[in-house]
């Protein structure tokens, strides 16, 4: 699914003609639903001659059998058509999202960490809505509009000919005003809707600094901060909706003033007998020209929806069109992994004239090892880590998977035998069964307590009231940290990973949290290739080997005893946290 931010609205229509068989079927119930609106005016003129000219009764009479059938067809054909046209709109929507949903997964981190999850939600939610409900809103008039133009002037055009200019002026009239305020609608939609992202933002932060901002009393700076950007949105709101009442009120004069002129005009060449029209006619002309620049103005005043819905189609391609993604596709599948890694020569740098994250990298890790990643904050060790995870690709030099080389992969393969275990667990809304087992569906019950007990989790479980059916809240919220990384570490356990990354699993632990999270860690690294980054130097004793990483480049490599007998970088940092 394809948008285009420069042609918007183009891309959207192209989008539309999967359902061009819907459509079809749409077009043909609104020939025959909407048949009324321009064939009833025709029953009245007719009425009214045969009043005028004294009968016969009967031909009233079937005339108003004929207007009777003609609006009674209008329910069961309205009903099929919301069915179908609503059934296309809201296939739509579901397809953007589900596209939207597929790109953010093909994203970089990089892209990820750089946008607002709040503004992702916004583009998900908000954006698709708004498309949604433009397109439910100009359907029925747009078709109708259709059908009575088209009806209005066949009809015109037999009886009258002599008037189809006047009704020809109802179209290039009503463009004119939207083109005279186009321009205006289309910039202050898109300050609007980078307004309501910043919004979106800035309430998201709030949410997350919430536990910040209350324990040190700094609700009304949090107040104002939202207050700030509530206000912007106000401002270009309101001067959105200035522009939308300009383009609404002159909308409406312009039409007004052509249907005046339409009955002034056919009543007087009546009168003067310039044109042969009769009484019933004048009707007729009258009533078709009130009705289709009514139908006009219905539709002119759907423009602000359709400028919200191309500014929500625009907001919607940045993303799809966002060339930040994860290349995976069409490379070569990963059916197991040893957990062997290499390292030749590695730069990474993220651009912007920054120095090098990593700067000539060379390392090997072998399969079951154990490697710990110290050093200070910017030293590097997230990127690297990143980058064995294939979340970073090297600017230069190469990284080996297995002997493989991870450019050549599809890294999406590979770590479906790949856990992570990071300082701040994250759970969704869900029960303890479910986080555990997330995105496994051959996993048993036998499994789950498994894997529960080898995470020092299964008392935690049998404690609570509704046992592993018990919902965790939003992010783990009804979990204490050190509960909430013991159904992490579950999580890792019960995929059986062979490479197991540990980032701060443990840091942010009171010590008796830290003991059962330990245990339950020394047990999952067993016989895996285990990655581990830390700061608090006692967690990574035991290593096979602590690699020391500053400003980009590994310094030190050893054991803790090599390390600490070297008196190096290792050795200092030791003695700062345990001397």
């Known amino acids: 699914m394809v948008l285009r931010a420069q042609r918007p609205m183009s891309s959207l229509i192209r989008m539309l003609g999967t359902y061009r068989w819907s459509l079809v079927v749409v077009a043909l119930i609104f020939v025959v639903k909407d048949s009324s609106l321009w064939l009833l005016p025709v029953i009245t003129s007719k ?11 009967s031909t009233i009479a079937v005339l108003g059998l004929i207007g009777g059938l003609l609006l009674v067809q209008v329910y069961p054909l309205h009903v099929l058509f919301t069915r179908v046209y609503m059934g296309v709109v809201r296939n739509l929507a579901a397809g953007l999202r589900n596209a939207l949903t597929a790109r953010l997964q093909s994203l970089s981190i990089g892209y990820h960490g750089r946008t607002s999850a709040s503004v992702i939600q916004s583009k998900v939610v ?11 809103q100009i359907g029925n008039p747009l078709g109708s509009a259709i059908v009575v133009f088209t009806g209005a002037v066949v009809t015109t055009a037999i009886t009258v000919p002599q008037f189809l200019p ?42 997350t600094l919430m536990p910040i901002t209350r324990a040190h009393g700094l609700e009304d ?28 009120a002159l909308s409406w004069v312009v039409m007004q003033l052509l249907a005046l002129g339409c009955l002034i005009g056919a009543g007087v060449l009546s009168v003067l007998h310039w044109v042969p029209i009769t009484v019933g006619q004048v009707v007729l002309l009258s009533t078709y020209f ?38 995976n596709a069409g490379k070569r599948e990963v059916d197991d992994v040893l957990g062997s890694f290499e390292l030749h020569d590695v730069v990474v740098n993220y651009g912007d004239n920054s120095p090098n994250a990593l700067d000539g990298v060379t390392l090997s890790v072998q399969p079951g090892e154990t490697v710990a990643f110290v050093g200070s904050s910017g030293s590097g060790k997230s990127t690297l880590i990143n980058m064995l995870l294939g979340f970073v690709r090297p600017t230069s030099g190469r990284v080996l998977l297995d002997g493989q080389d991870m450019q050549d992969l599809d890294l999406r393969t590979a770590r479906r035998r790949v856990s992570v275990v ?25 499994d789950i307590r498994d894997a529960l007990r080898e995470a020092n989790a299964w008392e935690l479980v049998t404690s609570l009231p509704d046992g592993w059916d018990t919902v965790v809240g939003e992010r783990g919220a009804r979990l204490s940290g050190g509960q909430r990384q013991r159904i992490s570490i ?13 980032d701060e699993a443990t840091s942010a632990l009171d010590a008796q949290s830290e003991q059962a999270v330990q245990e339950a860690l020394e047990r999952l690294m067993r016989g895996r290739t285990t990655l581990v980054v830390a700061h608090r130097l006692s967690t990574v004793m035991h290593a096979d080997r602590i690699v020391v990483l500053e400003r980009g480049r590994i310094v030190e490599v050893g054991t803790h005893e090599q390390l600490v007998q070297a008196g190096g970088r290792y050795a200092k940092l030791w003695d700062l946290q345990f001397r």
């Open 422 to 446: 990071p300082q701040e667990s994250v759970l969704f809304e869900g029960s303890i069964r479910e986080n555990v087992a997330y995105g496994l569906s051959h996993v048993g019950d036998d």
């Open 47 to 57: 009425v009214i001659d045969a009043v005028v000219a004294g009968g016969p009764v």
């Open 290 to 327: 009130t009705t289709l620049t009514g139908t006009v103005l219905t539709v002119l005043s759907f423009m602000p929806v359709v400028s919200r819905g191309r500014e929500s189609v625009k907001s919607l391609a940045e993303v799809l069109e966002e060339p930040d993604l994860e290349q």
């Open 221 to 248: 700076v949090a107040i104002d901060r939202v207050a700030l950007s509530a206000e912007g949105v106000r401002r270009d709101g309101l001067s959105l909706d200035m522009v939308n009442g300009h383009f609404g």
């Open 126 to 136: 908000r954006d698709v809505e708004n498309i949604e409900l433009m397109f439910s």
């Open 490 to 502: 579950a999580r890792a356990i019960i995929r059986d990973p062979r490479v197991l990354v540990l």
């Open 166 to 207: 006047v009704f020809a002026l109802a179209i290039p009239c009503g463009i004119a005003v939207w083109w005279i305020l186009r321009r205006r609608s289309q910039l202050r939609n898109e300050v609007f809707r980078r307004q309501m992202e910043h919004f979106s933002r800035r309430v998201g932060e709030m949410a």
